[in-house]
Every structure is written in structure tokens, then in C-alpha cells.
């Protein structure tokens, strides 16, 4: 039996739904808060509630806004699909599609944003004044769609390949403590998840991808985690943000290629990056700049290659191959135990006759650098059908066979960066350091006698 704080938004008196979910859900809130006035009843006195969205579509025209704790708002299904490959699929194809759209209990953001407040496109706007701050605010298992991106002025072919609308999916202006965001699905936004000074944050078993960024951290925080999420931003957004965070794991990601970043740090300490996935276009797959110090990224994979689709070869983030997979200014990190898969064609490689660097010390001092295996070769992949996104990604992870070592530079150190420990990760001419400054010890080299 239901009760009297379990609310279904296909059965409140209030709007509707399927017209303007957002209506629904924040009368909703003002009937929780109505009735949820006395803060000490029985040891208790302001439970919160359940929203329920069923399976189907809603447009959302109103921003929902929430200042209560313990809601939890939840759905019947993430829904997820790619926008983006039936976007780049001639229409005379979408009458054989099985479907076109998103599913699940899935919300139409049809929002217009404005562009002195990005907090404007948010479907979902979070924040509370005064103490103690909001905690336990739930999002589980329904999709956020932006249905488009727009045209940015960039004189992209295809304005679907943007990344930009100037929509947010959850967006968490203030202080908060406690939150969770399991299991969701969130697709063609420009932002998928913004938070603002975050404590004990859960991020876990989303599926955010298509959106221009997918997790931002921003202001400070403490103590969060990102786990257990599939991934995958835009060519100008970056995947994973945190800025001046301590204590922040990231763990058993699967990351997408085409994000500006993997994870891009900014003033981070005490961190973890360990056991993802990460694929990329683009060099700066891990960066972490503006002094991060005493974090551990160890026991990932880092797949890094060449964009094989067709519609999306001219784009990039902007660096060269001279940036690195891993950028470093920091002090006392740790970057140990990690594979790194280089496959890429030399006629790909910027600038031109350059030898890819893979972890790149730029400033700071006291970095330990560990017993990280490179794999660095040509690709290997036969050309496939450019429409075909899914078959041509598969198809250029799968095959090695007919690749080709390439030249590379395994660690580089600059001048700036002293009493650095670079151990077993690259032999002596893959390594570029001041001697005199760092520890270095080399991989051996096979088949030479000493």
C-alpha cells in the first residue's frame, strides 16, 4: 500500500504530466512542504518523499526546483539510446529504426535556456540556504533527454553534432550532503550532471553520454565518489571534472572516446583514479593541473586512438601529441600499474614526425612514476562503412594483428619538475628527465647483452 509520501505523477491532481512534468513535480514539493512543516514529531517530523514517474514521455517546460531533503525521484527505466548515430543516419533510414527516441520514463527537456544564467537550462535546479545544508536528494533510474543540440556558429555540417543547447540535466547550486544519482540515463545536454560543493556525493551506475560534458565538480568538495558509470562527453567537454576536491574516488568507470578529457583535475589532493577504462581521440586523457598533489591513478587502462567515424573526423580538443595521454603539475602523485594502449598511424600524429608522449611531468616535484606497461603501435583496423559508428569503433579495438611499433616517449619531465621516481616505465631513450634532479631506472632492452 502506498502511503501518504509516495506520490505518482500520473495521478496528481495538479498539470499534466505528459505536457509539463516539471508543473507536476513542484506542486508535488509544495504539498510535501505544506505538510512536512514541524521538524521534531516522534524523534522525526519531515521524512521527505517518493516521486514515482512511470514508463512513457514527459515534456518538461517548467524547471523543477528543489529545497527539501530526503526526495527521491525515480523512475521506471534510464532509457538511454544514441541520439547521435541516428542523428548521422540518412533519414531515409529512420522508417526501418526500430525506434527513434529515448525510452524508459524518460523527461523531453524543453527548456530555453538563458545565456546569463546556465542554471536556466537545468531540468533539475537544487539548492537550499541557511543550515543544515540539503542532504539525501535521490535521482534513480529515469532518462534526461535535450532531444537536440543547436547551431553553435562553428560551421559544423550537422548541427546534432554540436554538443551544445545550453541544457543541464541535474544541476546542484549549493552546499549539499549526501546526494545520489544511481542508475540514470542522461543524453543530448550540454551539461549532464553540474555540482557545486559537494560532501559524501555518490555518482554510480549512470549511463551519461552524447552530452557535451557528462560530471562536473565544481567550487570545492570533499569525500565523494564517481563509480561504476558509462561515460562518454563531447569534443569540447571534459568527461569527469573536479575542482579543489579532497578525498575523491574514481573507480570502475568505463569511459567513451571524444571527450576533451577522461578525468581533468583542477586544485585536487588526496585523490584516486583507479581501475577504469579510459578510451580516447585526443591526447589529455588525464590532466591535472593548477598544483594537484598526493593522488594515486593506478591500475587503469588507457586506450588512446584516432577518431574512425566519418562525421566526426574533423573535430578534436586542440592538443598535440606532444601534451600527453597523463599531464601532471603537482607534487606527490602517484602514477603506478597502469596499461597504456598508443594505436595510432604515424600520418595522424601532430605535429607531424613527432613521437607521442604518454605521461608528461610539467611542474611540481616528488611524483613517483611506477611499473606502467605502453603498448605503442599502428592501428590495425580495415576502413568500415563510415555510417556505421558502432561496427567501426568494434572493429578498430578488436584488431591487432596487422599493427606496427611506433616511437614514442614514455615519460617526459621538465626542467621545472625536480626529485621526481621514474621506475620501469619506458626504456632509456623513451625517457626525457634531468638526471641530476630525478631517479631514474630503465626497462631493460631485450636480446642486449650488458
Excluded at 256 to 276: E, I, K
Excluded at 279 to 297: Q, R, T
Aim: with cysteine; charged share 20%; net charge negative.
Amino acid at each position: 500500500m502506498a502511503g501518504k509520501n509516495y506520490y505518482d505523477v500520473t495521478e496528481w491532481p495538479v498539470g499534466n504530466p505528459c505536457e509539463d512534468i516539471g508543473e507536476v513535480i513542484n506542486s508535488i514539493i509544495e504539498d510535501i512542504k505544506s505538510r512536512q512543516t514541524d521538524s521534531d514529531v516522534n524523534d522525526g517530523g519531515k521524512p521527505g518523499a517518493v516521486i514515482y514517474i512511470p514508463s512513457g514521455d514527459y515534456h518538461l517546460a517548467t524547471q523543477v526546483v528543489i529545497d527539501i531533503s530526503y526526495l527521491k525521484i525515480m523512475g521506471s527505466g534510464h532509457g538511454f539510446t544514441s541520439s547521435s548515430i541516428r542523428f548521422n543516419v540518412s533519414e531515409d533510414e529512420w522508417p526501418n529504426l526500430h525506434e527513434l527516441w529515448p525510452g524508459g520514463s524518460r523527461i523531453i527537456v524543453d527548456l530555453i535556456p538563458s545565456e546569463e544564467d546556465e542554471s536556466s537550462g537545468a531540468a533539475f535546479y537544487v539548492k537550499r540556504e541557511g543550515s543544515p545544508r540539503i542532504s539525501s536528494v535521490e535521482f534513480e533510474n529515469f532518462c534526461i533527454d535535450g532531444l537536440h543540440f543547436v547551431d553553435d556558429g562553428s560551421g559544423i555540417v550537422n548541427q546534432e553534432n554540436t554538443y551544445t543547447n545550453g541544457k543541464t540535466g541535474i544541476y546542484i547550486a549549493g552546499e549539499q550532503d549526501s546526494f545520489r544519482i544511481t542508475g540514470m540515463g542522461l543524453v543530448y545536454l550540454e551539461h549532464g550532471v553540474t555540482v557545486y560543493h559537494a560532501d559524501a556525493l555518490s555518482i554510480h551506475d549512470n549511463f551519461i553520454a552524447e552530452c557535451g560534458s557528462c560530471i562536473e565538480l565544481r567550487g570545492w568538495g570533499q569525500a565523494s565518489k564517481v563509480t561504476d558509470n558509462l561515460l562518454g562527453a563531447g569534443y569540447k567537454g571534459d568527461t569527469i571534472y573536479a575542482q579543489n576536491f579532497g578525498g575523491l574516488l574514481i573507480a570502475s568507470n568505463n569511459v567513451f572516446p571524444r571527450g576533451m578529457s577522461s578525468v581533468h583535475f583542477d586544485s585536487v589532493a588526496r585523490s584516486s583514479v583507479t581501475g577504469n577504462r579510459f578510451h580516447a581521440f585526443y591526447p589529455g586523457m588525464v590532466v591535472l593541473e593548477k598544483n594537484c598533489s598526493e593522488n594515486l591513478i593506478s591500475s587503469n587502462h588507457f586506450y588512446r586512438s584516432y577518431e574512425p567515424w566519418a562525421p566526426m573526423k574533423d573535430r578534436n580538443n586542440g592538443l598535440d601529441d606532444l601534451y600527453g595521454l597523463v599531464y601532471i603539475c603537482g607534487d606527490n602523485n602517484t602514477v603506478t600499474a597502469n596499461h597504456f594502449s598508443e594505436i595510432i598511424d604515424a600520418e595522424n600524429i601532430t605535429p607531424s614526425g613527432a613521437s607521442p608522449v604518454i605521461i608528461h611531468i610539467v611542474s611540481g616535484e616528488g611524483n613517483y612514476i611506477a611499473v606502467n606497461h605502453i603498448v605503442a603501435a599502428t592501428e590495425a583496423a580495415e576502413p568500415e562503412d563510415a555510417e556505421s559508428c558502432f561496427a567501426t569503433q568494434v572493429e578498430a579495438m578488436l584488431s591487432t594483428g596487422r599493427s606496427m611499433s611506433i616511437d614514442i616517449i614514455a615519460v617526459q619531465i621538465e626542467k621545472d619538475s625536480v626529485q621526481n621516481i621514474v621506475l620501469d616505465t619506458g626504456r632509456e631513450d623513451q625517457v626525457i628527465l634531468d638526471r641530476e634532479n630525478n631517479a631514474f631506472r630503465g626497462l631493460p632492452v631485450i636480446g642486449i647483452e650488458k
